[in-house]
């Protein structure tokens, strides 16, 4: 029986080059960041992850920025932007925005690296950038206020996925409640609006949040600080659309 037979480690020095692949070195990569930040994210740690010498990496990447852009096309892949294809521009960037939110509140790390990536040769990325212009072109939108609107509207995506995340007591004033009073009423009754049982439904409703059909945001079996960040979520989102539409119509 051969050593690899036998799940010995490999010996030192560059593997085959079939080990490897542009996939494994991604998936590799989200891990890594995952667990350790991007600052975690070096060649040498993507090796050792991958159990394999540097040489293998560079054998398939020639530096940490290529593989970041590896990175960012696998996660925007996972964004549905097809609605612009064939919906009105409103509900088109509902659904966007809900499927982009909810693919980096899964992947949270990241929104600091890719919020600031540039798309340069990002093949996946420039094609949903590409359908989504189109949309708004569609729509009647000029061609030079089409990317500041997916930039505000990105901005708002990128913050709200991080808030997500956040522990269900960010805003608790603590001891000093009582003298801050007209804030720390507004946060319980928040909590009460947001909490379980039907006021979270109702809550989610008066939002624009109907069992998700805003685009796939809310899920039932949510988290209660999940939840409560649906419902800002939504109605972030919705005062952006009825502000951009406002822009459009002048």
């Given at each position: 029986?051969?050593?690899?037979?036998?799940?010995?480690?490999?010996?030192?020095?560059?593997?085959?080059?079939?080990?490897?692949?542009?996939?494994?070195?991604?998936?590799?990569?989200?891990?890594?960041?995952?667990?350790?930040?991007?600052?975690?994210?070096?060649?040498?740690?993507?090796?050792?992850?991958?159990?394999?010498?540097?040489?293998?990496?560079?054998?398939?990447?020639?530096?940490?920025?290529?593989?970041?852009?590896?990175?960012?096309?696998?996660?925007?892949?996972?964004?549905?932007?097809?609605?612009?294809?064939?919906?009105?521009?409103?509900?088109?960037?509902?659904?966007?925005?809900?499927?982009?939110?909810e693919v980096f509140a899964r992947h949270a790390p990241l929104v600091p690296v890719i919020a600031v990536m540039p798309v340069t040769?990002?093949?996946?990325?420039?094609?949903?950038?590409?359908?989504?212009?189109?949309?708004?072109?569609?729509?009647?939108?000029?061609?030079?206020?089409?990317?500041?609107a997916i930039v505000a509207l990105e901005s708002f995506i990128y913050g709200s996925a991080l808030d997500v995340s956040a522990p269900?007591?960010?805003?608790?004033?603590?001891?000093?409640?009582?003298?801050?009073?007209?804030?720390?009423?507004?946060?319980?009754?928040?909590?009460?609006?947001t909490g379980q049982g039907g006021a979270s439904s109702d809550a989610a409703a008066s939002a624009g949040v109907e069992g998700g059909?805003?685009?796939?945001?809310?899920?039932?079996?949510?988290?209660?600080?999940?939840?409560?960040?649906?419902?800002?979520?939504?109605?972030?989102?919705?005062?952006?659309?009825?502000?951009?539409?406002?822009?459009?119509?002048?």
């Amino acid at each position: 029986m051969t050593a690899a037979a036998q799940g010995t480690p490999r010996r030192a020095g560059r593997p085959p080059r079939g080990v490897l692949s542009r996939e494994r070195i991604t998936s590799a990569a989200v891990a890594q960041i995952a667990a350790e930040g991007y600052e975690g994210l070096t060649m040498s740690a993507l090796a050792r992850r991958l159990r394999v010498a540097p040489s293998a990496v560079y054998n398939h990447a020639s530096s940490k920025q290529e593989v970041l852009r590896w990175v960012q096309d696998h996660v925007m892949t996972m964004v549905d932007f097809s609605a612009f294809a064939t919906e009105p521009w409103d509900e088109a960037v509902r659904r966007w925005a809900w499927s982009y939110r909810e693919v980096f509140a899964r992947h949270a790390p990241l929104v600091p690296v890719i919020a600031v990536m540039p798309v340069t040769d990002a093949a996946e990325t420039l094609r949903m950038y590409e359908e989504v212009a189109r949309g708004f072109l569609a729509a009647g939108w000029p061609e030079e206020r089409v990317v500041p609107a997916i930039v505000a509207l990105e901005s708002f995506i990128y913050g709200s996925a991080l808030d997500v995340s956040a522990p269900s007591n960010i805003f608790d004033s603590g001891a000093l409640g009582p003298e801050f009073p007209v804030f720390t009423s507004a946060v319980r009754s928040a909590a009460r609006a947001t909490g379980q049982g039907g006021a979270s439904s109702d809550a989610a409703a008066s939002a624009g949040v109907e069992g998700g059909s805003s685009g796939g945001g809310a899920d039932d079996s949510a988290e209660e600080g999940s939840n409560a960040a649906d419902v800002a979520f939504s109605t972030g989102l919705e005062a952006l659309i009825t502000g951009l539409k406002r822009q459009l119509s002048t």
